[in-house]
């Protein structure tokens, strides 16, 4: 490569001749070919690449596909070297080529001696630093955001729909058992049953016990087999229909001879489908309002979790965020033994509920993939001097040191594609420590990882 080459980029419009072969030698040509990656999303920045000609798209993992944010199609553009201000910076995208064309790749601490000399140079560097990694950012985090919320409106669908597919079957089965308790009724009517003989069948109701621990279906069975095959030899016609109500209503064959000796005869069947009837009804009613409940719960619960209708800045306790995050993350801990141990002690705190629910999710969903789905989290809170203590442990392999090191830095990621919130621990850590002046770490070991938050109870005054 030559000075030529470089002189009419306008990022170098300041320097010298001499400054330019300075920087060709520092660097290396880099042949751009279309498809061929030249660097790869959160793995650290240690080159600085300038695009001389051709062109190259920066591409983001985006939920489970690769989605291009930016495309450096000028000459001058430029991507990377942030290593040369931060040990910790990394490429904030992958560098793919696009069109065939030259880039001159400079190592980043050969950059940083540069930039320190040549301060009209340092100048642009610093101002394109911001245009871009704002660029990149602002629409990744768009989309990971849309991809987050998807994630889990997805998850408290499948929650609400248990309950209310229960809900729908139970009152189709009201229907039925609607209708058939009015017609045992006008049976009996025509039966002529005394007011004496129904208030003893309602004695006989009043008495039943609901069974409230599941039978195994062998015993269910053999309970419903021995109140049919008496029905069966009373003349009752449609046995099977009422002996499964009757079962589940936990009377045995002592009760059905008492409700014989009340209705002989032709008013016995339809005594006995009248009281079943009303068995049936009260289960299903009561079906019907657990599931409803559980809908009411579900909805509070993205009401808290969103922090819906409420003001940004709140006087909260952790354990209100800390439970609704449990819930919108339910489906993902079906496999999960979950352990709450939350002081009696712990004051509420001045805090941005919204956001800490943000980092709760993060937290909590990588351990559950740390887990591989199954296992045990523990969900600690406590109060140490001024501050409250929050604590989320996993039962997995742990993090290597290297892992948890950077565990905390922008971008850096060891799930796969389309893994994960689209948070990071980043975000983690500033929503803790910029905004709410508290600190966050990690302890790791073989079998347990703890996160650990420590959030003041009194807040300072943070943007």
Sequence with gaps: MR????RSLSIFESLTDDQLGDLINDGTEVRIEPGVDLFHEGEHADFWWVLVDGAIDLIRHVGRE????????????????????????????TGRGASAGRALRVPAEALRDRSNTWFPFGAHLIAGLYRTARSVESTARQRNTLVTLGTLAAGIAHEI?????????AVQALETDYQTLLSSVRQLAEQNIAPAQLAALDALRSEA????????PLSRADREQALASWLTRHGVTRAWTIATPLAAAGVDLDWCARAAAVLDGPALEPGLEWL????????LLSEVKESTRRISELVSAVRSYTQMDRASMQHIAVTDGLDSTLTMLAHRLRGVTVVREYGNDVPMIDAYAGELNQVWTNVIDNAVDAMGGSGRLRITTRVEADDVVIEIGDTGPGMAPDVAARAFEAFYTT????????????IARRIVMERHGGTIMIDSQPGETILRVRLPVRRTNRS
Aim: glycine fraction near 12%.
């Design 3 to 6: 000075v030529d080459d470089l």
């Design 66 to 93: 690769d989605t291009v944010v930016a495309r450096m199609d000028v000459p001058g553009r430029w991507a990377g070297g942030f290593r040369a201000w931060d040990e910790h910076g990394t490429y904030l995208a």
């Design 415 to 426: 799930k796969d594609v389309g893994q994960g919130t689209g948070l990071g621990l980043d």
């Design 209 to 216: 016990k609901p069974v409230t621990v599941d039978l195994d």
């Design 161 to 169: 729909n248990n309950p209310a597919s229960a809900a729908s079957r």
């Design 276 to 283: 079943a009837s009303t068995f049936s009804v009260a289960a």
